[in-house]
């Protein structure tokens, strides 16, 4: 069975420091991989997607960015948080190649900037 | 007009009752439905994963669509205190599999 593993579940970092979040997925292969940010009240925000390695479209212009190193691993990176970039992140992944079929979530890190 | 509307609540209810969580959409063209449960501090977990019109049943959940109203629901028979939670409906649009996600109905069931 396929599983999606993110970490760490909480952090908390300082204005102005660098960020790395990871996810990979288990189980199967070419999947398309998702990143997420989550705010109160504000619903699931999509900041990047990924249909193969070293492919990666933003959504929204901001100051994160994503890579995929590798077939089943997703990275979300900041070289400089923001006060703004304090959120819940997650990561999913879905079938490659076929549009219309359902996300599967992580857990998702909890950011705090301070 | 947003493409996905849903009543963000929160919904309290008797442990036992029948809940009705509702979205509504206005893209005619979306054909795959899906509603996900979301506990605190949790990624959202896949609950239902429809298509087209019709109702399907799991257990205690039912979804229902109705393309011609552009309206979906979900219910949830003898609710229980861990039902509790935030429902999001979601449907995919265009060709790389991104979903568009309704902004969660948030569900209390009381003992």
């Known amino acids: 069975s396929q599983t999606i593993h993110q970490w760490p579940a909480t952090l908390v970092q300082p204005v102005g420091s660098p960020l790395s979040l990871e996810c990979t997925v288990e189980?199967?292969?070419?999947?398309?991989l998702y990143w997420y940010r989550q705010a109160a009240g504000r619903g699931l925000q999509l900041l990047f997607y990924s249909v193969g390695i070293g492919q990666i479209s933003s959504e929204v212009p901001q100051n994160l960015s994503a890579s995929r190193p590798q077939d089943r691993q997703f990275i979300l990176s900041s070289k400089k948080l923001l006060l703004s970039d304090s959120g819940f992140y997650l990561c999913a992944w879905s079938v490659g190649q076929n549009s219309n079929q359902p996300q599967h979530f992580g857990d998702g890190t909890r950011l705090s900037i301070l | 007009q947003k493409e996905v509307e849903q009543d963000p609540g929160p919904l309290s209810v008797p442990e036992g009752a029948i809940v009705s969580l509702n979205c509504t959409y206005s893209n005619s063209a979306f054909q795959y439905f899906m509603w996900y449960r979301q506990y605190s501090r949790k990624g959202p977990e896949l609950l239902m994963y429809t298509y087209s019109s019709g109702n399907k049943e799991d257990g205690r959940f039912t979804a229902q669509v109705d393309k011609s109203s552009k309206y979906i629901s979900l219910f949830i028979r003898d609710s229980q205190p861990s039902d509790s939670a935030t429902y999001l409906c979601a449907m995919p649009k265009g060709s790389q599999g991104n979903l568009i996600f309704g902004k969660g109905t948030k569900l209390s069931v009381k003992p």
């Open positions: 189980g199967t292969s070419n999947p398309n």
